[in-house]
């Protein structure tokens, strides 16, 4: 007896098994039509097995469980999507900060400490080269007026340093013909006095 409970039972585990794979390979859907077929009429009504009547309720409750398992881990994916691309969003703002900071300074520079946009140095250069040309132009002209009167001045210079020359010459012949004619005087005056 017990070797014949014991092949009973062995049997009834293998068609279990057995129901069980096909079970889980077939849809609910053929479940229900397959239960449908192999139930029995009764005065215009189906008669269900009660056993497979509650098979169907095993397999739909766990297609149903498996089913919200599977909302549930896409609910997950799509928050940790939607927190990636919030951090992904963030990490572009940074980076977009970034990249305007470094265009400003790109367009930008610096001179005595403060910054220009490249424009307005450009400006400010030309400006001071414009400066800076008007001062030299205003310099050279003044040079050159000043060098005019310089060498006119140097000319007039030379004029009278050749008069003053024909000047001395003529006092200094003048005073030797004077101390001539007072040595004369003298020499006259002595033979006279003699």
């Known amino acids: 007896m ?31 039509s397959e239960l ?5 009429n009764f005065k215009g009504y189906k008669v269900v097995d009660s056993d497979e009547l509650s098979k169907l309720q095993d397999l739909t409750s766990k297609r149903i469980a498996e089913l919200k398992a599977e909302i549930a881990s896409g ?17 572009l703002d940074i980076f977009e900060a970034k990249l305007n900071e470094v265009t400003s300074e790109k367009d930008s520079i610096t001179f005595l400490g403060m910054p220009f946009s490249k424009a307005s140095y450009q400006s400010i250069m030309w400006g001071i080269v414009g400066v800076l040309v008007l001062a030299l132009a205003l310099f050279v002209y003044r040079f050159k007026k000043s060098d005019i009167h310089t060498q006119e001045a140097r000319k007039n210079l030379e004029e009278l ?22 040595q004369d005087e003298k020499n006259k005056q002595l033979k006279l006095a003699k």
């Open 2 to 32: 017990k070797k014949t409970l014991f092949s009973t039972l062995l049997i009834l585990f293998m068609t279990s098994m057995a129901f069980a794979q096909v079970s889980a390979e077939t849809t609910i859907d053929e479940k229900f």
């Open 75 to 91: 609910k997950e994916a799509a928050q940790a999507q939607k927190e990636k691309i919030g951090k992904l969003k963030a990490d």
């Open 161 to 182: 340093e050749k008069e003053f020359e024909a000047y001395r010459a003529k006092s200094l012949e003048k005073e030797q013909r004077l101390g001539r004619l007072l």
């Open 36 to 40: 449908i077929t192999n139930s029995n």
